[in-house]
């Protein structure tokens, strides 16, 4: 069964200050892997997507990585603002079965001044 | 459009009548998406749409949920005889193909209360 993982499920940390959050598929076979920021009340925004080959993409503060060998993957957010206050969901794509999204539950991240 | 509209962005309706939720996904789209997102829980697969394929509808959890799309324009999803557990965040996504490798743009969703 194609599931993902992700860890912490919430996270408080302090303005300025950096976290990594973490993500664990068995989605089979494996097309890539997308970081998605939802804010409260919104729709998910696209981050980052990676590919099998990838192992490093970088948006702004935001930097994923991605090994496929153990089928993690890591967002790293650097000095955190308040608006990075939000959940962060890792998304995950087959080739096969319609291409449907198998998301992780989020971590929610809470950045405090 | 510049974006994917959903609407109402609210609703809230009594236990056992019917509600239809509208999405309109960005110009030129041929994939289209439902979801569906419970408090506190991650997101759902309802029902995906590609083009004039047969819909993928492996996600709807009853019979009291239906979906259509006019070719590859708008989409509304019907949920009939509406329960509590039925009280969630749907969220429309669309992208340009269903290959996988194309972003997803999603709506802000529509939040559905039923009391």
């Known amino acids: 069964k194609n599931q993902v993982e992700q860890s912490p499920q919430s996270l408080i940390i302090l303005e300025g200050k950096n976290c990594t959050l973490q993500?664990?598929?068995?989605?089979?076979?494996?097309?890539?892997l997308r970081w998605y920021k939802q804010d409260t009340g919104r729709g998910p925004v696209s981050l980052t997507i990676m590919t099998f080959s990838e192992n490093t993409k970088s948006n702004g503060r935001y930097t994923a990585t991605l090994d496929a060998d153990t089928k993690q993957s890591s967002l790293h957010i650097t000095a955190s603002q308040l608006s990075d206050s939000a959940s962060y969901i890792c998304v995950v794509s087959a080739h096969a079965a319609g291409n449907k999204l198998t998301f992780g539950g989020g971590t929610r991240v809470l950045v405090k001044p | 459009g510049a974006g994917v509209s959903q609407s109402p962005s609210n609703k809230v309706t009594e236990k056992g009548k019917d509600v239809e939720l509208r999405c309109d996904p960005i110009?030129?789209?041929?994939?289209l998406y439902w979801y569906r997102q419970r408090l506190g829980q991650g997101l759902e697969f309802l029902i995906y749409f590609q083009g004039n394929s047969a819909p993928d509808k492996s996600g709807l959890p009853s019979d009291r949920f239906s979906a259509e799309r006019t070719g590859e324009s708008v989409s509304t999803l019907t949920i009939q005889r509406t329960q509590q557990e039925d009280s969630a965040v749907y969220l429309c996504?669309?992208?340009?193909?269903?290959?996988?490798?194309?972003?997803?743009?999603f709506g802000s969703g529509t939040r559905l209360t039923v009391v």
């Open positions: 993500c664990n598929y068995t989605v089979s076979p494996f097309s890539n």
């Open positions: 110009s030129g789209h041929t994939a």
């Open positions: 996504a669309s992208s340009l193909a269903g290959t996988g490798d194309r972003g997803y743009t």
